[in-house]
């Protein structure tokens, strides 16, 4: 049974900084890419970064590349997203997946994500 269980969220000021993790169980995560996936209010869900299996390649969106940063530890099946600079426009639920393209349909499970409030 596939598990994501994200947490590290919270309320932040605009300029702040927070690191969300991702601890996964129910199949080798080590072998497979990984997402964060966000979702603000009112908003669809979008696609945020992700990581290939060995760490070798990142990719982020245009709205987050050089404030976040994701990265991942195979050895504790962990996910991370280190978000620096952040803005009220980061505000959201915040998502990790099994990558399976930037689609948000495509993916049939979710997490309960973690809530990240940017806000003075």
């Known amino acids: 049974q596939v598990q994501l269980l994200e947490s590290g969220g919270g309320l932040v000021q605009p300029g702040g900084s927070l690191r969300l993790s991702c601890a996964v169980s129910g199949f080798t995560f080590s072998s497979y890419a990984m997402a964060w996936f966000r979702q603000a209010p009112g908003k669809e869900r979008e696609w945020v970064s992700h990581?290939?299996?060995?760490?070798?390649?990142?990719y982020y969106a245009d709205s987050v590349k050089g404030r976040f940063t994701i990265s991942r530890d195979n050895a504790k099946n962990t996910l991370f997203l280190q978000m620096n600079s952040l803005k009220p426009e980061d505000t959201g639920v915040y998502y990790c997946a099994r990558f399976l393209g930037r689609t948000p349909g495509n993916y049939a499970y979710w997490g309960q994500g973690t809530q990240v409030t940017v806000s003075s």
């Open positions: 990581i290939t299996k060995g760490a070798d390649s990142t």
